[in-house]
T-cell receptor, first 111, second 118 residues
Framework: DAKTTQPNSMESNEEEPVHLPCNHS???????IHWYRQLPSQGPEYVIH???SNVNNRMASLAIAEDRKSSTLILHRATLRDAAVYYC????????????FGKGTSLLVTP | GAVVSQHPSWVICKSGTSVKIECRSL??????MFWYRQFPKQSLMLMAT?????????EQGVEKDKFLINHASLTLSTLTVTSAHPEDSSFYIC??????????????FGDGTRLSIL
């Protein structure tokens, strides 16, 4: 799977929007962009995924650049429970179902 | 939603002991399950992929005789760490893929097992 680049850490105030960036300049046409998050001492949790169009669900929004070389996970109103490590992962359906986790972005939310 | 239950949550045992970790899909059939290991302050590293009824596929560098994986049913996979030593201490996490869903559906993760070998 192609590689992604994320900032090591970000900080946000509670109840403010958070934009978590991810660069994936070597993305292929069959790579889906997946986001998972991992709260402390827990397994990862699925957040959202997309291919080309922007996506919204109850947890977050995913904005994908027109050239698909970057994407942004948007948390509309951060809460303390959103403090976690957020992983941006590219997954090519042709290469199996396993997820290759990078280092992710550690999000700190302050009251 | 889909739930994956992992047991035990934590285990402490003496060096040389074998430890079994269970991963169950509670409300779906998991045709494929994955086992990850995570050391402190690091990301998850895939150890192996197991498909129901067949042998697991191990990632490079993971000893298959050390980490025995069994996926005998569509709802249960087990990881046995044989003759565990302190360097095997880690956070072990399983995930499962719902075989009834499309190819691009998310994986569902257990809450992990923290293994400490004294």
């Amino acid at each position: 799977d192609a590689k992604t680049t994320q900032p090591n850490s970000m900080e946000s105030n509670e109840e403010e929007p958070v934009h978590l960036p991810c660069n994936h300049s070597t993305i292929s046409g069959t790579d889906y962009i997946h986001w998972y998050r991992q709260l402390p001492s827990q397994g990862p949790e699925y957040v959202i995924h997309g291919l080309t169009s922007n996506v919204n669900n109850r947890m977050a929004s995913l904005a994908i650049a027109e050239d698909r070389k970057s994407s942004t996970l948007i948390l509309h109103r951060a809460t303390l429970r959103d403090a976690a490590v957020y992983y941006c992962i590219l997954r090519d359906l042709n290469s199996g179902y396993a997820l290759n986790f990078g280092k992710g972005t550690s999000l700190l939310v302050t009251p | 939603g889909a739930v994956v239950s992992q047991h035990p949550s934590w285990v402490i045992c003496k060096s040389g002991t074998s430890v079994k970790i269970e991963c169950r899909s509670l409300d779906f059939q998991a045709t494929t399950m994955f086992w990850y290991r995570q050391f402190p302050k690091q990301s998850l590293m895939l150890m192996a992929t197991s498909n129901e009824g067949s042998k697991a596929t191990y990632e490079q560098g993971v000893e298959k005789d050390k980490f025995l994986i069994n996926h005998a049913s569509l709802t249960l996979s087990t990881l046995t760490v044989t003759s565990a030593h302190p360097e095997d201490s880690s956070f072990y996490i399983c995930s499962a893929r719902d075989g009834g869903q499309g190819n691009n559906q998310p994986q569902h993760f257990g809450d992990g097992t923290r293994l400490s070998i004294l």
